[in-house]
């Protein structure tokens, strides 16, 4: 029977896992990886990996609600600031994450899981897909055989600054049919009803003045997100040898509105008299609603033949998202005349479609002498196709009025900028591990992964508002097939590298040591063709690429010129040095665990802007380097009384000048100034220390039902929100949040009465620009233009509620 099939087990604190491919011990395992298991999913009230992450140690997420995704930053590989983009499709990018065994990345919400496991460190040697950082896997529960059940489970909770109750429902059914086929499926609603009002909506887009208290509204719990996501799988074994399941996975997720606040921003409150923006609202011009749908089919057969176990995983995957924006604040910082309007407000409509294709074949060997080894293929073929449409409504009649004369076409739709991007990724990988026991204790083990992968692009940038009316933007379907330019063709190959040795002590306590390699591929900004810079200053006005060979000349003048090729960016790799130990104390009723590392991160990928319209773009720095400590621990005091725990510091680094990669304010718009990364520059997104506790006691009752109290506290230290720390970045206080629950469990039922964020604290996890995004502009008659380029995301406030479980079935 397949190894994935197995249910977690656990004896004296310990989770059997499969993260190496064979179904071990977490505490057997000379690699750092943490596995929450589905009973302490449940014990905790676990509902989605923001959840779950802040109990793991060295690895953090940036919670900024459904509309923008959150970023995972693992051992504090990152240098994008913490709060621009939407990270909704890759989780940050520098960790894999599998479901079940296809690589694929969905925030999923945490229903029917048998465990959760995080490795920290590459994992290339292991998994089909190339891992930069680390990996993370969602492990559902499979069909089960000669099994009839359902479970039904609902929640109610209302966050203390939320003017409505929110609620989940779903349920899970499984039919074991016969001895060698079952089928399972769950399915789970949840309405979340927001907690961030929208303050300053302007009644009509282009008519309204969004900067006087005439014509605005106010839209409460403005972020609220509902979601469906549900799943049903049939798993087949018609022989002893022979295990085959086949998944289909469908999440959608409708969100209101960013979870950002504009209480720093010094922006007024302009229906409430001119105060202050309160800390749980914001001051967006037009309401941000946004659809993200995922589904994946998944068919994964395994094979004992005896020496070896082959794995055989096969997915599709489709994503697609559907977006609006506030696009006001950044045009009018821009000051290419769209402050001059009194009643400008812009918004951009975004839309992705995504389709991926994976295989990867493994074999495994299975046998119990001192060699073991692993050999893999991986494919994976990835299509996208996205457009960026911005809108400015009454703009165009305003400034072609004669007192300006602009000129410019007065468009029906007023669309002002388009732009398209198409991607084509082919990525091969063979890899393997091959280990030797000697002396029964010291285990050497060797690993080798190389890749290729071929990427085709195209980018188009368009502004409709100089061309003429017959003007027509590309459809999603046309984008998709827009030719693909060779400017932008990428390709590369090489070999990653991995070496671990390790040494069992006593049966409890292990060392080992690792040398790993990581990589990512390179990509394109999806920014539109633009002029080579001119070293003799002719003809270079809003360049914005480097010739082969050809050094920036500041003494010729040029105005609006990169330095660096916009359009796209290169690999980047890692290469992880760590010690570590696991071990297990006071006859197996505590684990304490520990590992120490220092990565080079070579070129790395980080965050920055093109010169001219302050557009996102990631560009490749010198490099960089993280070093840290992480240590956890599990204690189960007495039979009812259990505690868990775990604590990492962090320090990375810029190792090398980075220039032009912080952007900074400098009316007018046209031309921006960047500040260098220096030497020594701290990096963004993560707390440089970080820890929680949890504790639980199950008190059992007269009647053979129990009373469970948990409680849990994490921690976690300031975090740079922008690399440098110099005027341009933010520093956001460290936090604490605290939960508790007790809940009533019986043979069939379950009730739950919880309080999330407890103490009601107020954190903000990201920012969006900073104050000195926030100049004095004025329009064209004179009156104040309120920037709000600044903002925070916040964590959610508390949240009190009940749940309930019932099962039914054998």
Known sequence: MAQES????????????????RAESVQDIPLNIAAVGGEQIEEQGLTELS???????????????????????????NVDAIGSGDGNNDGGGTVATYLGEIPVFVDLKLNDLERVEVLLGPQGTLYGAGTLGGAIRYIPVKPQFGETSVEVRAEASKYSKASSLSHETGMTVNFGLTDTFALRGSIDWSNDSGFIDYVNVVDQVGVTNPDTGAGLSRIKDADGEETISGRIAARWEPTSWLDSTLTYYYQEADIEGRRVSHWRSDVPGLLDGNSSVGRYENAFRVQEPNTIKNDLLALEVVADLGFAELTSATGWSHFDDDGQRDQTTLLITLEYSYELFPAFTAFTRERGEEERFNQEIRLVSTGDGPLNWIVGGYYNRLNNAAFSAEFVPGYVPYVNQPALSFGLTDRPDALEYF???RNRLTEKAVFGEIGYEFFDAVTVTLGGRYYDYDLKS??????????DLSYTPLTLNEVSELAFDPDLAQSDDGFLFKGNISWEVNPDLLVYATVSEGYRIGGVNGVGQCEPYDPTGVNTQGACALAPGQEFDAG?????????DERQFSPDKTRNYELGFKSTLLDGDMTLNGAIYYIDWIDPQLGSATINANIPITVNGGGAESKGVELSASWRATENLQFRGNFSYIDSTLTTLTPDLIRTINPPGFGSAFEDGQDGDRLPGFPETQFSLFGLYDMPLANGDSLKFNASYSWQGDVLTRAGGRGSSLTLDSFGVANAAITYEADTFSATLFADNLFDEFAETGAIGTRLNNQDIFDFEGGPVYVRGFSTHILPPRQIGVRFKVKFGN
């Open 6 to 21: 197995q249910p977690e087990a656990v004896q004296n604190n310990e989770i059997v896992v499969t993260a190496t491919r």
């Open 51 to 77: 959840d779950l992450l802040p109990f793991v140690p060295g690895i953090n997420i940036v919670d900024r609600g459904g509309r923008q995704g959150n970023p995972i930053i693992v051992r504090g590989l």
């Open 419 to 421: 732009s398209t991007s």
């Open 458 to 467: 195209a980018a188009t940038v368009d502004f409709p508002l100089f061309e």
């Open 556 to 564: 010729n003048g040029q105005v609006g010129v990169s330095t660096r």
